[in-house]
């Protein structure tokens, strides 16, 4: 079994930033990619960035440019960075891991952006 921990969620103002971290405990091994996923209230779940094994980066267009998404050196840990937060990012940010043939979620951390 895999255990995602997310913390560094909080209430910010508009422009600020934000770092959010991941760690993955448990039956760890062979990680493909690690990820950060948002949901709004009334909304789908969305991709924000993911990163994979090889060190491979992909964003979501709305936040290009202002979050960065790493690893730590054990790559069970994911980091977001997150700048110039808008209120649209307000949302529950969620870290997903994905093995072969299986994939992890966290339970959430939630991030306020207030205008």
């Known amino acids: 079994q895999v255990q995602l921990v997310e913390s560094g969620g909080g209430l910010v103002q508009a422009g600020g930033s934000l770092g959010l971290s991941c760690a993955a405990s448990?039956?760890?091994?062979?990680?493909?990619?690690m990820g950060w996923y948002r949901q709004a209230p009334g909304k789908q779940r969305e991709l924000v960035a993911t990163?994979?094994?090889?060190?491979?980066?992909n964003y979501a267009d709305s936040v290009k440019g202002r979050f960065t998404i790493s690893r730590g050196n054990a790559k069970s840990t994911v980091y977001l960075q997150m700048s110039s937060l808008k209120p649209d990012d307000t949302a529950v940010y969620y870290c997903?891991?994905?093995?072969?043939?299986?994939?992890?979620w966290g339970k959430g951390t939630l991030v306020t952006v207030s205008s």
């Open positions: 997903r891991l994905v093995q072969v043939g299986m994939e992890h």
């Open positions: 990163i994979t094994n090889g060190g491979s980066t």
């Open positions: 448990g039956n760890v091994f062979s990680i493909n990619a």
